[in-house]
């Protein structure tokens, strides 16, 4: 019988299986679709789809890097911080970055078709569906990104076992010891401060101009006698208050002895002790279950339920 491409699509959506998974129960079963399904789940691939259900918002953040100018950082989750720490889900978060690092893909979706690269004969979608049943969890791979330094190099910085990982790109005609280190100082700093902007260069103009109306008509509400040239003032203080916090180079660098450093001026004495033409350019920071919904269930409860079925 013609397994048809319709046939394979219905059995992944009653599964949640892989697509190739489905292919080949729906094969070797001559297209019999019960007795497919039947196939799957004595394999263990369609336990996804009930598991798919649960929320997935622990799990880890890892980065790698290539020859220090092509480097990785994705966040896969699971459902509990246990399961994040198994030694399983970390080998295989390992070759999510390693794939991604491999591969063009350019999103999440595609990159759920590529070639697993520990397995070529499989994708990573059908190896996360084969792990979700091994290690009895709902797992995702939530997000990633890759940056390329053709003059300049990429450094990594992995905080908490996992918890944020942060990858900062610079540009530099030096790059030794020192230089490391200070990029390395940048991306503790990207871990603990949670900058979103390199420099002001970056910051939208509209949303200046958005906060700029905002303020002003806090400052009159505040001072209503004061003239535009103190409200002009208040607002401006605001304004670069606001943006000593989101910049990453206009922020307080947290290690500076005498505490009022800025990240930037720190970039700048290093670069003129090593001379170099150093400057930070990009960075990405992944926060674990950063936006998600955490589920608060009773353990032993939880432990009954499965138990019981």
């Not at 798919?52 to 980065?63: H, K, P």
């Not at 220090?68 to 970390?90: G, P």
């Not at 794939?99 to 999103?107: F, R």
Request: charged letters at 30%; hydrophobic letters at 45%.
């Amino acid at each position: 019988m013609t397994i048809t491409a319709a046939m394979v699509k219905e059995l992944r959506d009653m599964t949640g299986a892989g697509v190739m998974a489905c292919k080949k129960a729906l094969t070797e079963t001559d297209g019999n679709m019960d007795e497919a399904v039947k196939v799957l789940r004595e394999k263990g691939e369609a336990t996804a789809e009930k598991k798919a259900s649960r929320i997935a918002a622990e799990g880890t953040v890892m980065a790698a890097v290539k020859g220090e100018t092509l480097a990785a950082i994705v966040e896969v989750n699971s459902e509990t911080d246990f399961v994040a720490k198994n030694e399983k889900f970390r080998t295989f978060v390992n070759g999510v970055v390693d794939t991604v690092l491999d591969s063009d893909a350019a999103d999440v979706d595609a990159l759920l078709t590529t070639p697993w690269i520990a397995d070529p004969s499989k994708t990573v979608r059908e190896e996360l569906v084969s792990q979700i049943a091994v290690i009895g969890e709902n797992m995702t791979i939530r997000r990633f990104a890759k940056l390329s330094a053709d003059n300049g190099i990429i450094v990594p910085y992995i905080h908490g076992g996992g918890r944020i990982g942060v990858l900062v790109q610079a540009e530099t005609d030096v790059v030794n010891a020192e230089v490391k280190e200070a990029l390395k100082n940048v991306a503790m700093q990207v871990a603990a401060m949670n900058a979103k902007y390199v420099s002001r260069d970056e910051v939208d103009q509209e949303y200046i101009e958005n906060e700029k109306a905002i303020l002003t008509t806090a400052a009159k509400n505040e001072k209503p006698d004061a003239n535009e040239k103190i409200i002009s003032g208040m607002v401006m203080g605001r304004i670069n208050k606001e943006l000593k916090e989101i910049c990453l180079l206009d922020q307080v660098y947290v290690k500076a002895e005498d505490g009022k450093q800025s990240v930037g001026k720190y970039v700048e004495q290093v670069a003129k002790e090593v001379g170099a033409n150093l400057k930070v350019v990009k960075f990405v920071r992944f926060e674990t279950g950063e936006g998600l919904e955490k589920k608060n269930e009773d353990f032993a409860a939880e432990v009954a339920k499965q138990m019981a079925q």
